[in-house]
């Protein structure tokens, strides 16, 4: 077994050439992938051993989860949890860069933030409104034309 984290330095120490680092990244990320898989079926395995005295947070209600009468299975449940922590440090990290962009080029609201910090929700928002971390989606539309019938109802309806 390698040491945890391994693939980590490895790819960030590896010094490989130009030709080779896409696949050494597609490889340690796959690595990285396995290794994270592994540590949340650790905490699943430890949950269900924990029984009554398992904590109540939101991986123990997964676990607990039905879909059509069903229990999520533990491929599923490593599969959201996943993808929720890997999406969120992204899209968090996005964020933090987008608002330190934005703040380095406008030394003014700088000022204004630190002389009136009670800005710093409704800046943040604009902020993000205008530069979103999550600005573009990976679906593709059909080539095939369709009509779209527009219609407008009142809100209540």
């Known amino acids: 077994m390698t040491e945890p984290h391994s693939p980590t330095r490895r790819f960030w120490l590896g010094g490989k050439r130009a030709d080779e680092q896409d696949r050494f990244f597609r490889e340690a990320l796959g690595e990285l992938a396995l290794e994270f898989d592994g540590v ?3 905490l699943l ?3 269900r051993e924990a029984g009554d ?3 109540d947070d939101v991986t123990t209600r997964i676990m607990n989860e039905t ?3 069903r229990a999520l299975t533990d491929e ?3 599969s959201i949890l996943r993808n929720w922590t890997v999406g969120e440090l992204g899209t968090i990290s ?3 860069g987008i608002l330190m962009n934005y703040l ?3 030394p003014k609201w700088q000022e204004r933030l630190r002389a009136n910090r009670s800005l710093l929700p409704a800046v943040i928002d604009e902020i993000l409104r205008l530069d979103a971390p ?3 989606n990976r679906r593709i539309t059909t080539p095939r034309w369709r009509s779209v019938a527009v219609t407008s109802r009142p809100a209540n309806e």
Request: proline residues 4%.
């Open 40 to 42: 949340i079926r650790e």
């Open 45 to 47: 395995a430890s949950r």
């Open 53 to 55: 005295a398992a904590p």
């Open 67 to 69: 879909v059509e009468g």
């Open 76 to 78: 599923e449940i490593v």
């Open 94 to 96: 996005s964020s933090i």
């Open 104 to 106: 380095a080029l406008n």
């Open 134 to 136: 999550l600005m573009s």
